[in-house]
């Protein structure tokens, strides 16, 4: 999934702000706190067990957070699978000289959903 347009306005116009992030990200500014790499390890670690994944809310500090696993499907290898398999990996790599998001297969954690509202 490419950037969502919607991401933006929504968290001017609600100070809600609306991430994606991952430990292996293709946009530097999707990088993660260290809290959302607590998160994104806990999920890791709860797919490897075979654990059903579920959304959760965190307060944290002045904020209420919602966390959400986000799942390789197939159709996402086509830009974030074995870099030989994705069909202008050249173009990609211009846009993101240091992507990480490479190499997943289907039902691997890609990232999680970060959405923080203000208290
Ligand atoms: C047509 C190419 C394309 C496909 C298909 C695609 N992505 Fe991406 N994805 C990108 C690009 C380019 C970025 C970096 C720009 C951005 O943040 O949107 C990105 C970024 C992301 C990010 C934000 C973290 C990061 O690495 O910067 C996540 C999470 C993500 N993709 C998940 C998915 C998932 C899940 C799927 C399948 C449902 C998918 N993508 C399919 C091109 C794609």
Redesign the pocket.
């Known amino acids: 999934?490419?950037?969502l347009p919607l991401t933006d306005s929504l968290s001017k116009a609600h100070n809600v702000t609306i991430k994606?992030?991952?430990d292996?990200?293709?946009?530097h500014?999707?990088k993660p706190t260290a809290y959302e790499l607590e998160v994104i390890n806990k999920y890791k670690k709860q797919l490897a067990l075979n654990e059903a994944l579920k959304p959760a809310i965190h307060t944290v500090e002045q904020q209420s957070i919602f966390y959400a696993p986000?799942?390789?499907?197939g159709?996402?290898l086509?830009?974030?699978g074995e870099k030989e398999a994705i069909l202008d990996y050249l173009s990609?790599q211009e846009?993101?000289p240091n992507d990480?998001?490479v190499g997943y297969k289907p039902g691997d954690l890609?990232?999680i959903w970060s959405i923080a509202f203000e208290k």
């Open positions: 999934m490419a950037a994606r992030t991952t292996r990200w293709r946009q500014k999707n986000i799942i390789t499907q159709l996402c086509k830009c974030h990609i846009k993101y990480l998001a890609r990232g």
